[in-house]
């Protein structure tokens, strides 16, 4: 199960998505124009294989692994509250219903800071996951 947990693809798929999703959601809003559909589907996948992630990681916890490091879990657990908050933000998400107003005009770039987030939060736990500073 370690294994998997450290997969590459899993890893570098949120990594990549995410980065991908910043940089198209930050085009976008220096155009001033609304996200298209896909961003909020690519959005969708990315968070599946975030959830995949931190689902293996509380079984690896549960099942008495620890990480190298314990920052790891609290990177981790940001990871999974970022990820929460992507899913809000989608249309028809609990966020966009409570703060649609101000979605309407700063939604892409709202993601884009996001999704930046949300990489750099990915990074720090694979970095400390790994034993690295």
Do not use: K
């Not at 980065?19 to 961003?39: D, I, K, M, S, V």
């Not at 190298?68 to 908050?85: E, F, K, N, W």
């Amino acid at each position: 199960m370690t294994t998997v947990h450290a997969n590459t693809i899993v890893l570098y798929g949120a990594l990549a998505g995410n980065l991908f999703l910043a940089l198209a959601a930050g085009w976008y809003a220096l155009r001033r124009r609304p996200l298209p559909p896909w961003c909020w589907g690519l959005a969708t996948v990315v968070v599946a294989l975030i959830a995949f992630q931190v689902l293996l990681g509380i079984v690896l916890l549960v099942g008495g692994m620890m990480p190298r490091r314990s920052l790891h879990l609290m990177y981790g657990s940001l990871v999974a509250v970022t990820a929460v908050i992507q899913v809000g933000l989608r249309p028809g998400g609990f966020l966009r219903r409570r703060y649609a107003a101000d979605l309407a005009t700063s939604e892409a770039r709202i993601l884009a800071l996001v999704s930046l987030t949300e990489f750099a939060l990915i990074a720090r736990a694979w970095m400390t996951g790994m034993g690295l500073r």
